[in-house]
């Protein structure tokens, strides 16, 4: 019960630098990226494991779909990292006048495991033995994505070769090189790397989207102090500030660990810098609110916003009900009803959830009851968690005859029972002599995989315990 509902955590962080950028023509300064809609784009690379399990992936969606899904799976020419075995095998396909792509055959070579020296040889040898091919861009992308896969940590030697590489070729890096580069070294875990690589490549130009996609990696793997140096220090080498993007992941990561007085210090950096904060930034402050169990500070909150002029949107009511509903300020939770429905947001699971755990644990559970009919009447169908809130309340008040009505509807519905829920069910069942079925309730959570074994047998244990 002391958890946020799934709806109120469902809603994903708008890092759509994750996704494939939109033209630059749609997008806008300091404005959220537009829904993606393009198809995303195809790896230049993939280890051989990763091609393996892609493969399996593809065959598995051919078998769901009784074959009708037809996705070639690339040729892999090479099975020996080996330069001379590779380039034996070019040759044979040269002199056979066969129609093999000089990038496939590229491509094949990496993923053998060849080295990013190997490879470049190999390049070279492609060159000679096809006179017709041209290397372009994304020739240089298939070596430059490799040598960023390397295990090597530390040392970005060889991208730095590659990169002026491209350069003497004719094709300077762009921002689809620098992105490439980034993803392929945070793919390896490779965050510091990549961090000096846009610090020490002064011809790499990363645009917002892998700006702010390599600082969420280094918010989630590295020292807060660390990623604030990185940003200052990318700021004064190649003079690109964070926008409001990059203050939205600062946040969010702080709020997960619950530093809100640097989550507030970084809200009030934001507006100092001209960027409105949005309605984003300030759900996770409340939920963070939430999760310290300061619950009365989420109305703070929500004022603010207001003030500010920023619109509440469906999650920062829901976690505004759940806030004030965990606080005991039933009364007030449920006025937001009416304002949810007059901003045009109608309940859902996660605002009756919340009210009905409130009310469940301030002693009200005819009350609940209620609302879980009003729910069902409005068309807004109960979960498994709403029916683990309302059974824990009705044992904790001593209405067991409304809990077995209830656990059976759970039990009909295969629903699971929560850990909390399950121990105060057994515990009252036992405290009333109903031995025989809490052996039942002790079945049904093996069976429905609800916990584990070891966590049902010691619940069950030291209820019965508790009768003598």
Do not use: W
């Not at 392929?184 to 892998?210: I, N, Q, V, W, Y």
């Not at 904060?277 to 009365?296: E, R, S, T, V």
């Not at 509807?409 to 031995?435: H, Q």
């Amino acid at each position: 019960m002391g958890k946020l509902p799934p709806s109120m955590r469902s809603a994903p962080l708008p890092l759509s630098f994750f996704k494939p950028r939109p033209s630059p023509s749609t997008q806008t300064p300091n404005s959220s990226p537009a829904p993606e809609t393009r198809k995303p784009r195809t790896p230049l690379y993939k280890s051989p494991a990763k091609q393996k399990k892609a493969t399996k992936k593809i065959e598995s969606g051919k078998a769901a779909a009784g074959g009708a899904i037809s996705v070639p799976s690339p040729p892999q020419f090479f099975h020996s990292p080996a330069l001379s075995e590779a380039t034996a095998i070019v040759d044979s396909i040269a002199d056979s006048s066969s129609s093999a792509d000089p990038h496939s055959l590229l491509h094949s070579f990496c993923n053998a495991g060849a080295s990013p020296t190997d490879s470049l040889a190999l390049l070279r040898h492609l060159s000679l033995r096809f006179p017709s091919f041209s290397p372009t861009r994304s020739t240089y992308h298939i070596l430059l994505v490799h040598s960023c896969l390397q295990p090597t940590i530390g040392d970005i030697s060889p991208i730095l070769t590659f990169l002026d590489l491209m350069s003497s070729s004719g094709f300077p890096p762009d921002s689809s090189s620098t992105d490439l580069a980034i993803r392929a070294l945070c793919s390896a875990s490779r965050e510091d790397d990549a961090a000096e690589l846009l610090l020490r490549g002064l011809s790499l130009h990363p645009d917002p989207f892998t700006y702010n996609f390599l600082v969420g990696r280094l918010a989630k793997t590295r020292s807060l102090s660390a990623v604030y140096s990185f940003i200052d220090e990318l700021r004064n080498v190649a003079g690109i500030h964070p926008d409001r993007i990059t203050y939205t992941i600062l946040i969010d990561s702080v709020c997960r660990c619950r530093n809100l007085r640097e989550a507030t210090r970084l809200l009030g950096v934001l507006k100092h810098s001209g960027i409105k904060p949005d309605c984003y930034l300030y759900n996770n402050i409340m939920k963070a609110y939430c999760m310290l169990d300061q619950c009365g500070e989420v109305m703070e909150v929500y004022n603010k916003m207001r003030d500010e002029g920023i619109e509440p949107d469906l999650v920062t009511y829901n976690t505004l009900i759940y806030g004030l509903s965990k606080a005991g300020m039933i009364d007030q939770a449920k006025k937001f009803l009416n304002v949810m429905a007059n901003s045009g947001y109608f309940p859902d699971i996660a605002t009756y959830t919340s009210l009905i755990s409130g009310m469940c644990r301030k002693g009200d559970t005819l009350g609940a009851l209620r609302l879980l009919g009003e729910m069902e009447e409005r068309g807004c169908s109960p979960n498994e968690f709403t029916y683990n809130a309302l059974l824990m309340g009705l044992c904790k008040a001593g209405r067991l005859d409304k809990g077995m009505e209830l656990y059976k509807v759970m039990t009909n519905g295969g629903m699971k029972l929560e850990s909390p829920t399950y121990a105060t069910f057994l515990r009252t069942l036992c405290r009333t002599n109903k031995i025989a079925e809490a052996y039942e309730v002790f079945d049904y959570a093996r069976e429905s995989k609800s916990l584990t074994d070891e966590v049902a047998y010691s619940t069950l244990e030291s209820s019965l315990k508790r009768i003598k």
